[in-house]
């Protein structure tokens, strides 16, 4: 039977039909089936609901759709009962499926499995109605992913399926071209693209209208249309999935582009890689000619144009138009220069037009609804829509079609919902290899071609790449250049034989024996590329390095100068991913090792050498090595802290003890002569005094208090850190000869000139000791207590003021600390936090563990005043209830005011919401600050100050942070003032060898990990003794097992 | 002039031909000016065992092919304020870099054993080990100036030299031959 | 329309032929613009890269032995910039292959040391790549050593649009590009070389060269081929490619 359309009814006819099957009377059941959707198992799905339909005899209609867009929720499957809205169910597999029938023969959605719902649906070409109901499923718009989207492009895509030709035309398809050809004005639609200024969706942003009208004009026995599919970019795959879900749009655009401008000869150049498009594309062209809308008399208006369909090879550059001419011509797909351009000389030589995929997606829609409705959308110079594909660290992956201009911030936070796993989103990569990183400062770029290309990036074909902190963008520069550079086809100097050098510059970044000058080759090497290349893909390959050199910079520098990559990713520079990540840089996988071997005195040697508080860090430290550890990947990571932790607490105390200080003390360095100065006897001036000490210098320390130990011994309350620890630790720091000169402060009792003639280097580690200002009514009232002071009283057993009922502001360590010292002190306390819990500065474990000790805690409220009780006391403490609003700078929702007062009953309140370094001291020696005058300016790698000779680390030069970080710095700083004074580098000399096994285990001990073990939350309010004990020696043991060697490489 | 000390000039001769030294003793008469105003503190034209310290213009021939080579080519470094590469050898490793694309065991056995025509055997006593390539000499240290030419004319460097001498920096580019 | 166009070089106001390239009009004029794939009669690929130049009024560089001249047009043809990169071009084609000047037979006679000469380059900033390459001495008279190949594909070209006989082309892609007689042959067994030595005159450098000559002593005879071409009317800027 021919289902041939040559006149309106025959027209309806087909619409009738496929109305008839969109909205069936029986349930309708359609499975995503992208090659996203059978990626995730949608094919067995589909096999089991057509198995149990049989079986079952239910009349149910079942045909398969493209894919809706959010991947991260694949297979999805879209459900229509009769008399319901249509619903999108979300990760159904072919177990859900049996239960799932039973429910919808009865009628019945299982809310729990949806994703939401449609009930009225715009084709743009036509609207469907569905019914309303469901009430409990989400609107589909009310779904974050999809609120802001615009479907235009993908306005078919997922609802209908791809392979019923008469849905299509159900929905509006078709309708287009049948008004084009009765009107028979050409020149009306060239007009109407270029009024719509639709832009040609590849990359290039050229305007479509004048590409046609070119083509038009042209004079020639034959013209070519060409439908660039070649689709290549890493991380896109937008036009695969237009094409799998909608593969009529691009071919009722084609055949009207046809029309327009004169052409009778289509050619769809789609990569041999997307089998599933290529097959959909046959069969649509194959009913589309069976319709009588391809080949010869279309619609019986005596137009013919047919459209064939080639297979590339693969080639990336076969995406640029002339390459890909010359590849449809059967040669190799090198680029030619133009002029001459494809639209006077292209296929054969005849005139021939090559538009994008997606630019196709936008001609139906601009014919039946007017350019005036088109511009609508989107930015003046950039109307309409774009498709990305949004992926890599955000939570929700998939197809995203926004309107050009949209900021980027909502892709990568409202859209994509932001970082994965708490981590910070850095940067987003836009347009793939030929497009460029931006920062995520910058976010509030609107997304259209004419910002991104002044960031130096471009849009591309759609490729949004999202980047976290674990991403090194040295790394993902270097990615990039070797995929241009083997895609590269090798014509022009520049692009082959640059990249290549480039590529080498690059990987010597990576492996960290780059040089500064390498730093400058790079920048003009990739400049001259970009400028000298004969094709799109060499001008804009340098595109990922520029922009990361520009934005990233430092990267760069630290890949050379520090031979560290922050990321972890570059291999060459770490041992392994937990020494990366530890401000001390300890050798982890060695101490694990010695003491996996039973040998606890060489561990602890391993240890103390690489971290003079083991047992205070053992006990305080944030642990950043468990994020790292990729023993995660399996189950958790190996409890590294308290593996060191164990091994300092069975050697203090113990006989073992003094022959392993004698150990220590023999790996002291002949006595240099050089003295100097530490200011600050916190954990950053003790580590820097250690460290000098060991290298042969003599070493005084200069200390405000009347004892060593800063925050360590009078900010962290004594259940987290005994006394008596700090005491074992700082018996060490004497012995090696450090002189502590306490109750002085530098400033007052002695000037930093006087530092400077004394000493041949000072090293300043101030900590954060002064409060921030806080914007507060009712902080001048008795019983307002800073944390800082409360607990340094608490810990010098001095009265304070501390009430009954008390409210901490804050959610760092300090108000964590504050808060359970509060209920040790027999109060009962509030927390309260202005942001949500996953926001909160402090320890995971010490937060939890003051709730399990009976602390409450309000989230998403701040203080708004302390209320007065009449006498100068407190009564309680009202608070602006807060909402979640635009993310900020640090990547978190940025805390909303609400009108709604929440009043705490209280009569303490203590503040802890951030400490500052007080610098008096140093803007009067006229040391140089950093921008915006809080912190000390110093060279990021020597850790020298603007004064010669003297070097900052910790607080001062960071702001309030944490005990290992500090330490990290003195450690640093030790180095770097060794290296000025002695002219050499002399650092590795303290270690001695270390002999252990070099061999990956094969079979790591399957044992989960292990916690410390902590007395009751009961128990524990009551007292100030330390709660939580140490792993016993078969569980820390147990937890060397669990390592996996991450330090052995296989080329060792 | 008279009284002004003379400068100290090292010359080196690492992986290359001599010609370029051969060349060096070329530039005729400003050997008499040479004479005058610089002292020749090392090199293949005079005694010295080691290389000195505070060298004014130390001038190297040669790729940098073993590790011998990549040692003196740090020592003069370390030790010298201006640092010449003379000819190709110098600046490009030219002829001695033929030998890169073959690994050096396979290079030297080819040489030692299978070609040899007596006593066959890799030498290891007394000479140094060999570098996996043979390199330029700014790939192992940083050059101030490259003076290309196999060898560069004397009067190329008669130029560099008189014009250093002047305290001016030479045209290289002019005066003497790429490749 | 007269034939006669005027386009201003380097601020010097010159006359040129309508249909001539910025590069011909600039050779005409004895203007000096650097090209190593370019060779006059043959068509023209803009491969090399060297011959870029400034227009006015266009915000990125042109090869100029593709882009037509056209009257009122202002052409800078050296600039710092212009010389930086096509020294940088220069350097990337020694680094890329190995062309040991001091032992090869063009030594003195070669395109691409002329011009490293006069623009100035005295050492390669970038690591040379020491590829392991082929020396094809299978044919009686001829040698291509690819070792000195720069990929300007000009005896691809006259080949195939002076002699007809498609003996050459080009196989691999980016970095592993290289020059191959017909399907990857030897060329002594190439079916289809007709033996005329086009191919060796137009080379630039010592890639192809006649047997029986030492270091420096080939000199290559490029103005017979130019005439030839030029001749057979295959001066034609938008003629094959």
């Not at chain 1, 000493?759 to 009232?781: C, N």
């Not at chain 1, 635009?886 to 940025?894: H, I, M, T």
């Not at chain 3, 690929?45 to 001249?69: F, I, K, W």
């Not at chain 3, 009257?71 to 350097?91: C, P």
Request: net charge neutral.
């Amino acid at each position: 039977m021919s289902h041939r359309i040559s006149d309106l009814s025959s027209f309806n006819a087909a619409h009738a039909a496929g109305l008839r099957k969109l909205m069936p009377g029986v349930p309708r059941i359609a499975i995503g089936m992208g090659t996203c959707g059978m990626g995730n198992g949608a094919e067995a799905v589909y096999h089991a609901f057509a198995d149990h339909i049989h079986n079952l005899g239910l009349g149910f209609h079942l045909t398969r759709t493209g894919c809706f867009g959010f991947c991260a929720e694949e297979p999805l499957v879209n459900v229509l009962l009769p008399g319901q809205p249509l619903v999108v169910l979300r990760r159904i597999q072919a177990s859900d499926v049996p239960a799932l029938l039973d429910h919808l023969a009865a009628g019945r959605i299982p809310a729990e499995l949806a994703l939401c719902k449609i009930e009225e649906w715009d084709h743009i070409t036509a609207t469907i109605k569905y019914a309303a109901g469901q009430p409990e499923i989400p609107h589909w718009y009310d779904v974050p992913f999809f609120t802001g989207q615009k479907k235009i492009v993908l306005r078919n895509c997922g609802i209908i399926s791809p392979i019923e030709i008469e849905e299509y035309i159900a929905v509006g398809g078709y309708q287009a071209l049948y008004k084009v050809l009765i009107d028979s004005s050409p020149e009306a639609v060239i007009e109407q693209l270029k009024a719509a200024k639709l832009r040609g969706r590849g990359g290039a942003g050229y305007q479509t209208g004048l590409k046609w009208e070119m083509l038009r004009k042209a004079q020639a026995e034959r013209k070519f249309l060409i439908s660039n599919a070649d689709e290549g970019d890493p991380g896109a795959y937008m036009n695969r999935n237009e094409i799998e879900g909608d593969p009529h749009s691009m071919l009722e655009g084609m055949i009207i582009a046809g029309y327009v401008t004169g052409s009778t000869e289509g050619i769809l150049y789609v990569r041999a890689e997307y089998p599933l498009a290529v097959h959909r594309l046959q069969h649509a062209m194959d009913q589309a000619r069976d319709y009588g809308l391809l080949g010869k008399n279309i619609l019986g208006r005596g137009f013919n144009f047919d459209i064939s369909l080639v297979e590339g090879a693969g080639a990336f550059v076969c995406g640029e138009e002339t390459a890909l001419i010359r590849s449809l011509e059967g040669r190799a797909g090198r680029p030619t220069p133009r002029p001459p351009y494809p639209a006077e000389k292209g296929l054969w030589g005849y005139p021939t037009n090559i538009n994008n995929v997606e630019t196709w997606y936008n001609v139906a829609p601009i014919v039946v609804k007017g350019a005036a409705w088109f511009t609508e959308t989107g930015s003046p110079k950039s109307p309409g829509t774009k498709v990305f594909s949004l992926v890599g660290k955000v939570q929700n992956t998939g197809l995203v079609e926004m309107p050009l201009g949209t900021p980027l911030k909502t892709f990568v936070y409202d859209i994509g919902g932001g970082a994965t796993h708490g981590k910070a989103v850095k940067a987003v990569q836009t347009g793939g290899p030929s497009g460029g990183t931006i920062p995520q400062e910058m976010f509030d770029t609107p997304v259209d071609y004419e910002t991104l290309a002044q960031l130096g990036s471009i849009m591309g074909s759609g490729g949004m790449v999202v980047m976290d902190e674990d991403n090194c963008m040295v790394d993902v520069a270097r990615y990039f250049v070797e995929f241009t550079h083997s895609e590269s086809c090798g014509k022009c100097t520049p692009c082959r034989a640059g990249l290549d050098q480039a590529l080498r510059i690059l990987n010597r970044f990576t492996h960290g024996v780059a040089t500064d000058g390498d730093l400058d080759t790079l920048d003009e090497l990739s400049r001259m590329i970009r400028d000298m290349s004969l094709c799109g893909l060499g001008q804009s390959a340098p595109n990922p390095v520029l922009t990361s050199m520009r934005h990233f910079r430092r990267e760069f520098e630290d890949h050379v100068r520090a031979h560290r990559c922050r990321a972890g990713v570059c291999e060459d520079l770490a041992l392994s991913p937990c020494e990366n990540s530890c401000p001390l840089h300890m050798n982890i996988p060695r101490f694990l090792q010695l003491l996996k071997e039973d040998r606890l005195e060489e561990a602890f040697l391993s240890v103390v050498l690489d971290n003079p508080l083991p047992a205070s860090t053992g006990r305080v430290c944030q642990h950043p090595c468990d994020n790292r550890c990729r023993r995660s990947a399996i189950d958790d990571a190996v409890n590294m802290r308290e593996v060191h932790r164990f091994i300092a607490d069975s050697i203090y105390g113990t006989p073992r003890y003094e022959p392993l200080i004698e150990q220590v003390l023999a790996r002291k360095l002949p006595p240099t002569g050089c003295k100097i100065a530490i200011v600050g006897a916190g954990p950053a001036g003790l580590s820097c005094a250690y460290y000098c000490a060991l290298l042969g210098h003599d070493v005084t320390v200069y200390e405000n208090n009347a004892e060593a130990g800063g925050m360590l011994r009078y900010a962290l309350p004594n259940y987290r850190l005994p006394i008596e620890v700090i005491e074992h630790e700082l018996e060490l720091i004497r012995r090696l000869g450090v002189s502590f000169i306490f109750n002085t402060t530098v400033g007052r009792d002695i000037s930093l000139n006087e530092l400077d003639a004394a000493h041949d280097a000072v090293f300043l580690s101030i900590g954060t000791w002064k409060e921030s200002w806080v914007y507060l009514a009712g902080t001048e009232l008795r019983g307002v207590l800073h944390a800082l002071p409360f607990l340094e009283a608490v810990n010098k057993d001095e009265t304070t003021q501390l009430g009954r009922k008390v409210a901490v502001i804050g959610g760092g360590n300090a108000a964590i600390d504050s808060a359970r010292t509060a209920l040790r002190l027999g109060a009962d306390v509030t927390i309260v936090y202005r942001r949500e819990r996953k926001d909160m500065p402090a320890i995971r474990e010490e937060t939890e563990a003051a709730e399990a000790e009976g602390a409450r805690i309000v989230f998403l409220a701040a203080p708004h005043r302390i209320v007065d009780d009449g006498s100068g006391g407190i009564q309680a403490i009202e608070c602006v209830k807060t909402t979640l609003g635009e993310f900020d700078r640090s990547g978190r929702r940025r805390p909303v005011p609400t009108d709604e007062i929440l009043r705490i009953a209280c009569d303490t309140v203590i503040l802890a919401v951030g400490e500052t370094v007080d610098l008096d001291f140093v803007k009067a020696s006229g040391l140089r600050l950093k921008e915006g005058g809080t912190m000390l300016e110093v060279d990021r790698h020597t850790l020298l100050t603007s004064r010669p000779n003297f070097y900052a680390g910790g607080d001062l030069i960071t702001g309030a942070s944490n005990v290992s970080n500090a330490m990290g710095w003195g450690k640093k700083a030790a180095r770097t003032i060794d290296q000025a004074l002695m002219d050499e580098f002399r650092w590795p000399r303290i270690w001695p060898e270390f002999k252990h096994s070099m061999t990956v285990p094969a079979h790591p001990s399957t044992a989960r990990r292990h916690h410390n073990r902590e007395l009751d939350p009961a128990k524990r309010a009551a007292t100030f003794a330390e709660t939580t004990f140490p792993l016993a020696p078969v569980e820390a043991m147990e937890e060397t097992c669990r390592c996996l060697r991450c330090d052995i490489r296989a080329d060792h | 002039m008279k009284n002004q000390p003379k400068a100290r000039l090292a010359t080196a001769w690492l992986d290359g031909c001599s010609g370029c030294h051969m060349s060096l003793l070329d530039v005729d008469e400003l050997l008499l000016t040479l004479a005058d105003r610089v002292t020749i503190v090392f090199g293949p034209l005079v005694d010295a065992q080691h290389f000195p310290e505070n060298v004014d213009v130390a001038i190297v021939e040669g790729a940098v092919s073993s590790q011998d080579d990549l040692r003196l080519a740090q020592t003069i470094r370390e030790n010298s304020k201006f640092v010449i590469a003379l000819g190709d050898c110098a600046v490009t490793s030219n002829v001695p870099s033929m030998r890169n694309s073959i690994a050096p065991t396979r290079l030297l056995e080819r040489i030692y054993i299978s070609g040899a025509t007596a006593q066959p055997g890799v030498p290891t006593q007394n000479v140094p080990a060999l570098l996996r390539a043979a390199i330029p000499l700014h790939e192992a240290i940083k050059v101030d100036l490259h003076v290309p030419g196999c060898p560069p004319s004397a009067a190329a460097i008669a130029h560099v030299l008189t014009e250093l001498l002047e305290g001016r920096k030479p045209d290289v580019a002019s005066a003497a031959k790429f490749g | 329309m007269p034939n006669r166009i005027s386009i201003r070089i380097d601020g010097e106001l010159v006359q040129a032929e309508r249909g001539q390239t910025i590069f011909e009009a600039a050779q005409s004029n004895n203007k000096f613009i650097p090209g190593l794939c370019q060779f006059k009669g043959l068509s023209t690929v803009g491969a090399c890269r060297l011959c870029v130049v400034e227009v006015q009024g266009v915000n990125r560089l042109l090869p100029s032995c593709t882009t037509p001249a056209q009257d009122g047009m202002a052409v800078i043809t050296k600039s710092a910039r212009l010389n930086d990169y096509r020294r940088q071009s220069l350097e990337l084609l020694f680094a890329e292959k190995n062309h040991v000047c001091a032992v090869c037979v063009s030594n003195n006679h070669c395109e691409l040391q002329a011009y490293a000469q006069r623009l100035g380059v005295t050492n390669v900033r970038y690591a040379y790549r020491y590829p392991k390459l082929h020396v094809d001495m299978s044919h009686p008279r001829f040698v291509i050593d690819h070792n000195r190949c720069v990929l300007c594909t000009r005896c691809v070209r006259v080949c195939n649009e002076v002699e007809g006989a498609y003996v050459w082309g080009v196989a691999g892609r980016g970095i592993g590009s290289r020059i191959a007689c017909e399907m990857d042959r030897a060329w002594g067994n190439s079916a289809s070389c007709t033996n005329c030595g086009k191919c060796v005159q137009v080379c630039p450098t010592g890639a192809l060269a006649e047997k029986g000559f030492a270091a420096e002593e080939m000199v290559k005879r490029q103005d017979l081929v130019e005439r030839l071409a030029t001749i057979r009317g295959t001066m034609n800027p938008g003629g094959p490619r």
